[in-house]
């Protein structure tokens, strides 16, 4: 399905916001005291994506024979020609799913491992395959050690990762929100509020308190909708800052001493982009989300583990109007999935009509 952008003034841009939002949401944000993530909790036992959580499975649990490779079917690995696009030099399997022309992929030896869900497109060369943006769907404590996952399989009737140690299958279930997001992506936009901690209509030159963080946080999330004209400092705070730099066409979270910095995007001068950047303490990572993509080349980067430590409230400033102008900000306590910043993206894009989809 095919979208075109529409030119929209700032005034324009405000109004179709307000509409679009419904004016909402402070209200319902009074009590929030932490920052939580429903994916990635202080205890990674919590987190279905962490590899402690891979357990020995019985071979009768595999809906397979036992001398075969556990895969969802018995389609062949198909032509690595059709893979999603993702960094180079790393590997990526692809299995068939049970539905016909349905297809999932994933990472070998990567540490996260990413996973899609692809169907076949008559639009697209070849019968090529439409490939989901990707979800972090396992990790480990170690980012240096891969994570080499061997096969899908229905475990338990769950969708499984699997792998093979010592002659011994293990099984780590794909997390029903992820596997969901991943299949539904283009479908359309919902305004996502579970986790919204703060919600900011033009905030350019003010300041915002935002609740204290505790000692050791789980991730957080911050979505914008701006237009950017040249490098600018997009909000700070005591701990943090959020940048942009003209000449590199990076944005760059900052904490401290460090520096987590985003792929090279495009932003067109003077059109509105939907900015998501997503911290998840969990694999330690930073996703880079603009305009409903993931960049497929390294859309991610490892965050400095001094981001573990914040410290006291947050007063988040916003700069004057500038080189950055703001229609919304809003903050979560938690690490959005990408599809769920895919979510936010088509509701606003389509339910305002700064989009067309045709």
Excluded: C
Excluded at 93 to 110: C, L, P, V
Excluded at 124 to 131: A, D, E, F, S, V
Excluded at 242 to 254: A, G, I, N, P, V
Excluded at 274 to 284: E, R, S, Y
Aim: a negative charge.
């Amino acid at each position: 399905m095919a979208m075109q952008k529409k030119s929209l003034t700032r005034r324009e841009f405000l109004q179709r916001l307000a509409f679009g939002t419904g004016g909402a949401v402070l209200a319902a944000l009074a009590g929030k005291q932490a920052w939580v993530s429903a994916l990635a909790p202080d205890d990674p036992e919590e987190d279905p994506r962490s590899i402690d959580n891979a357990t020995e499975i019985g071979v009768s649990a595999i809906a397979k024979e036992p001398d075969t490779a556990p895969t969802l079917s018995d389609g062949t690995l198909v032509d690595a020609s059709l893979n999603p696009a993702w960094e180079e030099g790393v590997q990526i399997a692809i299995r068939e799913a049970e539905q016909a022309g349905h297809f999932y992929a994933w990472t070998i030896d990567t540490n996260p491992v990413w996973l899609w869900a692809g169907v076949e497109a008559d639009d697209l060369p070849h019968n090529g395959i439409r490939w989901s943006q990707p979800e972090i769907t396992a990790y480990g404590d170690v980012p240096a050690a891969g994570i080499n996952y061997e096969g899908l399989a229905k475990v338990s009737g769950s969708l499984t990762l699997v792998k093979t140690v010592n002659d011994i299958p293990y099984g780590q279930a794909i997390p029903t929100p992820i596997l969901s997001g991943l299949e539904n992506q283009r479908g359309r936009g919902a305004l996502i509020n579970d986790g919204l901690l703060l919600e900011v209509t033009e905030p350019a030159g003010s300041e915002v308190r935002l609740p204290v963080l505790p000692a050791t946080f789980t991730g957080f999330t911050i979505e914008s909708w701006l237009q950017i004209s040249g490098s600018t400092e997009i909000l700070s705070t005591a701990d943090f800052s959020l940048s942009f730099d003209q000449e590199t066409r990076r944005f760059q979270l900052k904490w401290g001493e460090q520096t987590a910095t985003s792929p090279a995007f495009a932003p067109t001068i003077s059109d509105w982009h939907h900015l998501t950047v997503i911290v998840d303490a969990g694999p330690q990572t930073v996703s880079w989300v603009m305009d409903g993509a993931l960049n497929q080349q390294f859309g991610w980067t490892r965050f400095p583990t001094e981001m573990l430590t914040p410290t006291g409230s947050q007063i988040v400033q916003f700069p004057p109007s500038g080189d950055v102008e703001f229609g919304i900000v809003r903050f979560y306590e938690r690490a959005l999935r990408t599809a769920e910043s895919i979510s936010s993206y088509q509701y606003y894009g389509q339910g305002m009509g700064i989009y067309d989809y045709l």
